[in-house]
Protein backbone atom coordinates (compact mmCIF):
# COMPACT_ATOMS: atom_id res chain seq x y z
CA UNK A 1 0.00 0.00 0.00
CA UNK A 2 0.72 3.58 -0.53
CA UNK A 3 3.88 4.94 2.36
CA UNK A 4 3.95 8.39 3.74
CA UNK A 5 6.88 9.20 5.37
CA UNK A 6 7.05 12.01 7.90
CA UNK A 7 10.10 12.82 9.93
CA UNK A 8 11.60 13.82 12.19
CA UNK A 9 8.94 12.20 14.63
CA UNK A 10 10.10 13.94 17.87
CA UNK A 11 11.40 17.41 18.26
CA UNK A 12 12.07 19.64 21.02
CA UNK A 13 13.20 23.09 20.02
CA UNK A 14 13.45 26.30 22.55
CA UNK A 15 10.93 29.04 21.98
CA UNK A 16 11.76 31.16 19.40
CA UNK A 17 13.73 28.86 17.41
CA UNK A 18 11.88 27.23 13.68
CA UNK A 19 11.39 23.98 12.64
CA UNK A 20 11.21 21.72 9.87
CA UNK A 21 8.69 18.89 9.34
CA UNK A 22 8.84 17.07 6.27
CA UNK A 23 6.53 14.88 4.97
CA UNK A 24 7.13 12.28 2.18
CA UNK A 25 5.46 9.97 -0.20
CA UNK A 26 7.73 7.17 -0.55
CA UNK A 27 6.04 5.71 -3.96
CA UNK A 28 3.39 7.47 -5.19
CA UNK A 29 2.75 11.12 -6.21
CA UNK A 30 0.83 13.49 -4.41
CA UNK A 31 0.22 16.87 -6.08
CA UNK A 32 -1.75 17.59 -2.81
CA UNK A 33 -1.21 17.10 0.56
CA UNK A 34 -2.75 17.64 3.98
CA UNK A 35 -1.68 19.17 7.66
CA UNK A 36 -3.25 18.21 10.74
CA UNK A 37 -2.69 19.50 14.41
CA UNK A 38 -3.30 17.33 17.35
CA UNK A 39 -3.62 18.14 21.06
CA UNK A 40 -3.79 16.35 23.58
CA UNK A 41 -6.98 14.25 23.88
CA UNK A 42 -8.68 15.86 21.19
CA UNK A 43 -9.14 14.85 17.38
CA UNK A 44 -7.40 15.91 14.53
CA UNK A 45 -7.92 19.31 13.08
CA UNK A 46 -6.82 20.58 9.81
CA UNK A 47 -4.34 22.88 9.71
CA UNK A 48 -3.98 23.71 6.04
CA UNK A 49 -4.10 22.14 2.32
CA UNK A 50 -0.05 22.13 0.44
CA UNK A 51 -0.95 21.95 -3.50
CA UNK A 52 2.54 20.76 -5.50
CA UNK A 53 3.80 24.48 -6.98
CA UNK A 54 1.24 26.66 -5.42
CA UNK A 55 0.27 28.89 -2.44
CA UNK A 56 -1.00 26.38 0.16
CA UNK A 57 -4.46 27.14 1.86
CA UNK A 58 -4.98 27.68 5.35
CA UNK A 59 -8.02 26.74 7.87
CA UNK A 60 -9.67 29.38 9.54
CA UNK A 61 -7.38 30.78 12.51
CA UNK A 62 -4.52 29.28 10.94
CA UNK A 63 -1.45 32.09 11.08
CA UNK A 64 0.39 31.32 7.39
CA UNK A 65 3.56 33.35 8.21
CA UNK A 66 3.90 31.18 11.00
CA UNK A 67 3.13 27.69 9.59
CA UNK A 68 5.31 28.19 6.66
CA UNK A 69 4.53 25.28 3.49
CA UNK A 70 6.36 24.44 0.71
CA UNK A 71 5.00 21.61 -1.75
CA UNK A 72 7.96 21.96 -4.19
CA UNK A 73 7.54 18.22 -5.53
CA UNK A 74 5.21 15.77 -6.14
CA UNK A 75 6.85 13.55 -3.27
CA UNK A 76 7.27 16.47 -0.86
CA UNK A 77 5.70 18.79 1.42
CA UNK A 78 7.27 20.68 4.53
CA UNK A 79 5.88 22.89 7.27
CA UNK A 80 8.01 24.88 9.05
CA UNK A 81 7.17 26.42 12.25
CA UNK A 82 8.40 29.62 12.87
CA UNK A 83 9.20 31.30 15.88
CA UNK A 84 7.37 28.23 17.68
CA UNK A 85 6.42 29.19 21.43
CA UNK A 86 5.16 26.11 24.11
CA UNK A 87 1.87 27.05 22.67
CA UNK A 88 2.89 25.73 19.61
CA UNK A 89 3.45 22.40 21.26
CA UNK A 90 1.62 20.13 19.29
CA UNK A 91 1.63 16.47 17.45
CA UNK A 92 1.73 17.40 13.50
CA UNK A 93 0.44 15.20 10.91
CA UNK A 94 0.60 14.86 6.95
CA UNK A 95 -1.56 12.97 4.73
CA UNK A 96 -1.59 12.45 1.08
CA UNK A 97 -4.49 11.30 -0.77
CA UNK A 98 -3.97 7.99 -3.36
CA UNK A 99 -4.39 8.74 -7.12
CA UNK A 100 -7.35 6.33 -7.31
CA UNK A 101 -10.69 7.74 -8.67
CA UNK A 102 -14.21 6.73 -7.14
CA UNK A 103 -14.58 6.29 -3.61
CA UNK A 104 -10.94 5.28 -3.14
CA UNK A 105 -10.31 8.80 -3.72
CA UNK A 106 -11.16 9.61 -0.10
CA UNK A 107 -8.42 6.85 1.51
CA UNK A 108 -5.68 8.85 2.71
CA UNK A 109 -2.11 7.90 3.83
CA UNK A 110 -1.31 9.62 6.93
CA UNK A 111 2.57 9.99 8.74
CA UNK A 112 3.08 8.72 11.54
CA UNK A 113 3.54 12.23 12.94
CA UNK A 114 5.82 14.70 14.93
CA UNK A 115 5.71 15.31 18.10
CA UNK A 116 6.54 19.28 18.80
CA UNK A 117 7.61 20.37 22.59
CA UNK A 118 8.58 23.95 22.28
CA UNK A 119 10.40 24.81 25.90
CA UNK B 1 -20.39 15.30 4.45
CA UNK B 2 -23.18 13.55 6.91
CA UNK B 3 -22.77 14.02 10.77
CA UNK B 4 -21.59 10.94 12.59
CA UNK B 5 -22.24 10.07 15.95
CA UNK B 6 -20.04 7.32 17.89
CA UNK B 7 -19.76 6.22 21.78
CA UNK B 8 -16.93 7.90 23.30
CA UNK B 9 -15.27 4.91 24.39
CA UNK B 10 -15.73 0.91 24.37
CA UNK B 11 -14.10 -2.51 26.07
CA UNK B 12 -13.42 -5.50 24.62
CA UNK B 13 -11.82 -8.38 25.93
CA UNK B 14 -8.72 -9.79 23.47
CA UNK B 15 -10.19 -12.69 21.33
CA UNK B 16 -13.49 -11.76 21.19
CA UNK B 17 -15.29 -9.82 19.04
CA UNK B 18 -14.98 -5.70 18.98
CA UNK B 19 -18.49 -3.96 17.68
CA UNK B 20 -17.80 -0.48 16.78
CA UNK B 21 -21.36 1.74 16.36
CA UNK B 22 -21.71 4.54 14.15
CA UNK B 23 -24.70 6.44 13.52
CA UNK B 24 -25.16 8.52 10.22
CA UNK B 25 -28.92 9.44 10.31
CA UNK B 26 -28.42 11.87 7.72
CA UNK B 27 -26.54 10.45 5.34
CA UNK B 28 -27.57 10.93 1.65
CA UNK B 29 -27.99 8.25 -0.82
CA UNK B 30 -24.18 9.24 -2.33
CA UNK B 31 -22.25 9.08 0.84
CA UNK B 32 -20.27 6.83 1.47
CA UNK B 33 -18.99 5.85 5.00
CA UNK B 34 -15.35 5.19 5.48
CA UNK B 35 -13.31 3.96 9.22
CA UNK B 36 -9.96 5.10 10.60
CA UNK B 37 -8.32 4.06 13.62
CA UNK B 38 -5.53 5.96 15.12
CA UNK B 39 -2.82 4.17 17.61
CA UNK B 40 -1.50 6.64 20.70
CA UNK B 41 0.63 8.41 18.98
CA UNK B 42 0.72 7.38 15.28
CA UNK B 43 -0.98 8.38 12.29
CA UNK B 44 -4.13 7.64 11.47
CA UNK B 45 -4.29 4.23 9.47
CA UNK B 46 -7.39 3.45 6.75
CA UNK B 47 -9.61 0.58 7.41
CA UNK B 48 -12.73 0.12 5.63
CA UNK B 49 -15.15 1.49 3.54
CA UNK B 50 -18.32 0.84 2.05
CA UNK B 51 -21.68 2.41 0.21
CA UNK B 52 -24.42 0.05 1.34
CA UNK B 53 -23.40 -3.79 1.10
CA UNK B 54 -21.55 -5.08 3.88
CA UNK B 55 -17.94 -5.13 3.19
CA UNK B 56 -14.59 -7.24 4.36
CA UNK B 57 -11.17 -6.96 3.97
CA UNK B 58 -8.22 -8.39 5.72
CA UNK B 59 -8.37 -5.78 8.73
CA UNK B 60 -12.33 -5.54 9.42
CA UNK B 61 -15.78 -6.17 8.60
CA UNK B 62 -18.45 -3.40 7.94
CA UNK B 63 -21.96 -3.54 8.23
CA UNK B 64 -23.86 -1.22 6.56
CA UNK B 65 -27.91 -1.46 8.20
CA UNK B 66 -30.53 -1.36 5.02
CA UNK B 67 -31.66 2.68 5.74
CA UNK B 68 -27.78 3.29 5.61
CA UNK B 69 -28.76 5.57 9.11
CA UNK B 70 -25.82 3.40 10.95
CA UNK B 71 -23.14 1.10 10.81
CA UNK B 72 -20.93 -1.18 12.60
CA UNK B 73 -17.50 -1.71 12.30
CA UNK B 74 -15.99 -5.05 13.34
CA UNK B 75 -12.88 -6.57 14.61
CA UNK B 76 -13.63 -10.30 14.65
CA UNK B 77 -10.83 -11.29 17.38
CA UNK B 78 -9.49 -8.26 18.67
CA UNK B 79 -5.68 -8.15 19.74
CA UNK B 80 -3.83 -5.41 22.13
CA UNK B 81 -2.78 -4.08 19.51
CA UNK B 82 -6.38 -2.97 18.22
CA UNK B 83 -6.66 -1.09 20.68
CA UNK B 84 -7.48 2.81 19.38
CA UNK B 85 -9.37 5.57 18.71
CA UNK B 86 -11.95 4.69 15.61
CA UNK B 87 -13.22 7.05 13.54
CA UNK B 88 -16.00 6.73 11.28
CA UNK B 89 -16.14 9.42 8.62
CA UNK B 90 -19.27 9.74 6.10
CA UNK B 91 -18.85 11.69 2.59
CA UNK B 92 -19.21 12.12 -0.61
CA UNK B 93 -16.82 11.17 -3.57
CA UNK B 94 -14.99 14.72 -4.44
CA UNK B 95 -13.63 15.07 -7.91
CA UNK B 96 -11.03 17.17 -6.31
CA UNK B 97 -8.74 16.18 -3.26
CA UNK B 98 -10.30 17.63 0.23
CA UNK B 99 -9.27 16.67 4.05
CA UNK B 100 -10.74 14.67 6.35
CA UNK B 101 -13.05 15.71 9.22
CA UNK B 102 -12.25 13.90 12.17
CA UNK B 103 -14.64 13.92 14.89
CA UNK B 104 -13.77 12.68 18.63
CA UNK B 105 -13.90 8.72 17.45
CA UNK B 106 -15.06 5.50 19.82
CA UNK B 107 -11.53 4.76 22.36
CA UNK B 108 -11.93 1.13 21.62
CA UNK B 109 -9.47 0.22 25.13
CA UNK B 110 -8.91 -3.89 24.42
CA UNK B 111 -8.15 -5.63 27.73
CA UNK B 112 -5.88 -8.42 28.38
Known amino acids: GAVVSQHPSWVICKSGTSVKIECRSLDFQATTMFWYRQFPKQSLMLMATSNEGSKATYEQGVEKDKFLINHASLTLSTLTVTSAHPEDSSFYIC???????????????FGAGTRLSVL | DAKTTQPPSMDCAEGRAANLPCNHS???????VYWYRQIHSQGPQYIIHGLKNNETNEMASLIITEDRKSSTLILPHATLRDTAVYYCIVRFVYTGRRALTFGSGTRLQVQP
Open chain 1, 95 to 109: SAPGLAGGPEGNIQY
Open chain 2, 26 to 32: TISGNEY
